[in-house]
């Protein structure tokens, strides 16, 4: 839960401007939805490395890793559990 | 010119995206078909049909398809808000709106939008009630449609907005002699063919990606949709399984290939040609790419919307021996560095890019004084300011405006400015682009809050994602006590930057 709220609240506040929770869901597609664009996109990825100690090689840009709140979570629990 | 390539090649592939493949024939038909619709709907000669679509077979059929109903085609800034779409829309006087039903913004626009204008939805729901129904109109038969109506060379084919929504919006006015004159300039020195695939990511309401649009179909190639580059490595993936021959973008785009790939992990020996326009691109980033795909052709391109798209090119191969040049003229047009009075400059003197050709814009949409400020004497003053070598190649120095140039996007100050200073605590707001190596410039707002009133960063944000496209909300705001002016209270927005 600490993750996904991590995650959830830096989404909601670069980028919909906002701290109602109610208008991202955890599944919500960044890219389908028009939330992150191909640049914001960077900015998750070095938030992501600096927040939880782990490193997005360039492979492992893809949506399936980074593209709502739940992909990223699971991402993040992988790459801490390799380490 | 398209229609030659549907007699030519009628099941060559037109538009692929994602799983869906429409070749020539069936684009063609589906033109026909949305014209035909238009004019059974009893539109008139140049009625504008605006389009709220992402780059889609749809897309370009109803494009084409309004045009060869004798109608000027205005496609919209997808990722513009309501007010914007709402202004752009009134003013170019549209009659008509085609529209995606998932487009966030529909439904406020809807509301905004009066009587006069006839909506066409498109979409699997059918939620939204318009009385006029797109599964109607592609399967209407249009096998005796003609194209009689595209009988004036010189008449307005198509509007593309370019900035500013609040107050004078400006529409680039573009003929169908203006497009075509730049199609068969751009065709000469790239060279395409029926054999070409372009992987295309530029929206087609932009001139870049209007250009990579009408070239390809205009020789029987074939335009591969993406429509993001978020994620770089899907799109070299694409480029390796469809065979790509092509590829198009700004200077950000390439800085995300080259920054979060290695290109040299995915096999792109399909690939032919790649052009860059939209902003200069660091000649090291040049290079690197270069070395990474030493095989391909690689055109630095410069235009303006106002040029229909192109005015000039760097051969490839005087890419190394002139790099950082924007090139010579493009085939028809004419360039000439001119200084404040209008006259041509000497030797390597700094002047403003002039140009003048059948790709010249008509104008801007009913603004002749708009107009009459950039077209002097059939001369478009591009507000670009450039240098040429002792061999002709011209070089830019910067821009004479205070447009922000973010990414693919040309920006106005001024209509963000006028967005934060709605804002009841604002006293006074100036927006600058400064310097991002991503993106080239991103955008600052500094500000003056009101005494004794509180803002925060969050406030004005939101506050602009609300209102405009977000790519126009600033990155970075600045709170300061006084903005620096001149002793005649004018802005000093360099010692913002």
Known sequence: MVIEQKIRDYILE???????????NNNDSFLDKGIIDSTGILEVIYFIEEEFAIRVNDEDMIPENLDSINNIVTFIEQKQRVA | MFYSMVQRVPEADAIIHGESRVTYEKLWNLSCSVAQYLNQQGMQKDERVSILLENSAEYVAIYYGAQA?????????TAAKARDLENWIRHCGAT???????????????????NNVKIIILGKNNNIETGNDWNSIVNIDASNFSLSKLDNPNTAATIIYTS????????????????VSNIQSILAYLKLSKNDRILNVLPFYYTYGNSVLHTHLSVGGSIILENSMMYPNRILEKIVNEKVTGFSGVPSTFALLLGRTNLR???????????QAGGPMPPAKIRQLMDNIPHIKFFVMYGQTEASARLTYLPPEQLFNKIGSI?????????????????????????????????????????????NKVIKNGWLHTGDLAHQDADGYIYIDGRSSEMIKTGANRISPKEIEEIITEIP????????????????????????????????????????????????????IEFTNEIPKTSSGKIQRFKLQ
């Open chain 2, 69 to 77: 109903a004798g109608g000027v085609a205005v496609g919209l800034n």
């Open chain 1, 14 to 24: 670069n980028y919909l401007f906002t701290d109602d929770q109610s208008v991202l």
């Open chain 2, 327 to 371: 090139g010579k003229p493009i085939p028809g047009v004419e360039i000439e560095i001119r200084d404040e009075y209008d006259n041509i400059v000497c030797g390597r003197e700094i002047g403003e890019i002039c140009a003048r050709g059948n790709n010249i814009m008509l104008g801007y949409w009913e603004d002749m004084d708009a107009t």
């Open chain 2, 96 to 114: 008509w709106l085609f529209a995606n039903e998932s487009h966030p913004e529909l439904l406020k626009l809807l509301q905004r939008l009066d």
């Open chain 2, 164 to 179: 500013g929504t609040t107050g004078s919006p400006k529409g680039v006015t573009l003929s169908h002699k203006n497009l």
């Open chain 2, 265 to 275: 992990d995915y096999d792109l020996s399909s690939v032919r040609y790649m052009t």
């Open chain 2, 425 to 476: 605590q604002v006293q006074e707001a100036v927006v600058v682009g400064v310097p991002d190596e991503i993106l080239g410039q991103i955008i600052k707002a500094v500000i003056v809050i009101r005494q004794n009133n509180v803002l925060k960063k969050l406030d004005v944000q939101s506050y602009c994602k609300n209102n405009l496209a977000d790519y126009k909300v600033p990155k970075i």
